[in-house]
């Protein structure tokens, strides 16, 4: 198999709208669940239902790939597969470094989904001396001083951060010097990076937040909910002592408490 570093997806994938790029793995995702179970062709209609989105999305994303479909038959699950994999870039060998092997490194260099969608973890790399050696999902964890030499031995141009917020943009420098031109970031920090390297953020605490904010919104607008505005808040000097003399474990509670 080719490596990540030398082999690039075909050139046409450039013309794909970045909006299309993120729903090709809802596409696969949805394809290789009917393909394991030998469905041999898909509607746009059922296949877009699976993936989350509309038909006629749908429809116009797999114009950019050149899939029309059949009319009448639909589209051909194994031939969809393999071009979907194909623009990702999934049909060759992609050796990734996790740089950060505490609890969500771990879990990451443990995850098996890496292997199906053609990533390898070449290496497991961590500034703890005392991790050095010690096998992760069975590979040997090494230490960040190699960093620049196993990212050339091993062709790699995939990083995953799972560091510290504090250190994770001296790591994320030290990858992109060392040729690793993709990233994805699973500390709490927004990382800066020159033109050229991709980063891709995924940060669970902010996904839970915007959930959060969603179960308050359904919460307080129940179906036949008064909507009026609730009426002002009484001056200072004429609220309750109640609800003046509210204390957290460092004073007053804010109304809005910070992120």
Same mark, same amino acid.
């Given at each position: 198999?080719?490596?990540?570093?030398?082999?690039?997806?075909?050139?046409?994938?450039?013309?794909?709208?970045? =909006?299309?790029?993120?729903?090709?793995?809802? $596409?696969?995702?949805?394809?290789?669940?009917?393909?394991?179970?030998?469905?041999?062709?898909?509607?746009?209609?059922?296949?877009?239902?699976?993936?989350?989105?509309?038909?006629?999305?749908?429809?116009?994303?797999?114009? $950019?790939?050149?899939?029309?479909?059949?009319?009448?038959?639909?589209?051909?699950?194994?031939?969809?597969? $393999?071009?979907?994999?194909?623009?990702?870039?999934?049909?060759?060998?992609?050796?990734?470094?996790?740089?950060?092997?505490?609890?969500?490194?771990?879990?990451? =260099?443990?995850?098996?989904?890496?292997?199906?969608?053609?990533?390898?973890? =070449?290496?497991?790399?961590?500034?703890?001396?005392?991790?050095?050696?010690?096998?992760?999902?069975?590979?040997?964890?090494?230490?960040?001083?190699?960093?620049?030499?196993?990212?050339?031995?091993?062709?790699?141009?995939?990083?995953?951060?799972?560091?510290?917020?504090?250190?994770?943009?001296?790591?994320?420098?030290?990858?992109?010097? =060392?040729?690793?031109?993709?990233?994805?970031?699973?500390?709490?920090?927004?990382?800066?990076?020159?033109?050229?390297?991709?980063?891709?953020?995924?940060?669970?605490?902010?996904?839970?937040?915007?959930?959060?904010?969603?179960?308050?919104?359904?919460?307080?607008?129940?179906?036949?909910?008064?909507?009026?505005?609730?009426?002002?808040?009484?001056?200072?000097?004429?609220?309750?002592?109640?609800?003046?003399?509210?204390?957290?474990?460092?004073?007053?509670?804010?109304?809005?408490?910070?992120?």
């Amino acid at each position: 198999m080719a490596t990540g570093r030398t082999h690039r997806p075909a050139t046409r994938s450039r013309g794909i709208p970045e =909006a299309t790029v993120a729903r090709l793995p809802l $596409y696969l995702r949805a394809l290789t669940a009917l393909s394991e179970r030998s469905v041999p062709t898909v509607s746009s209609e059922e296949l877009a239902a699976a993936a989350g989105v509309n038909s006629a999305k749908l429809r116009k994303d797999f114009s $950019y790939l050149g899939s029309y479909g059949t009319r009448g038959v639909g589209y051909d699950v194994e031939y969809l597969v $393999y071009q979907i994999s194909r623009e990702l870039g999934l049909t060759q060998d992609w050796p990734v470094v996790i740089v950060g092997i505490g609890n969500l490194g771990a879990a990451l =260099a443990g995850y098996g989904g890496f292997a199906s969608r053609g990533f390898r973890v =070449a290496a497991l790399i961590d500034a703890d001396p005392a991790m050095t050696g010690k096998p992760v999902a069975g590979i040997p964890v090494q230490h960040s001083d190699d960093l620049e030499k196993i990212i050339a031995e091993d062709g790699v141009s995939i990083g995953v951060i799972a560091t510290p917020a504090g250190v994770a943009q001296a790591v994320c420098d030290r990858l992109v010097a =060392a040729g690793v031109t993709s990233i994805l970031n699973f500390a709490p920090t927004v990382l800066s990076v020159p033109d050229g390297v991709d980063v891709r953020k995924v940060d669970l605490s902010i996904e839970l937040q915007i959930l959060a904010f969603h179960e308050q919104r359904k919460a307080g607008e129940e179906p036949g909910e008064d909507t009026a505005p609730p009426a002002a808040a009484p001056p200072a000097a004429t609220r309750t002592t109640a609800e003046s003399g509210r204390k957290g474990p460092d004073g007053d509670v804010p109304a809005v408490m910070p992120a």
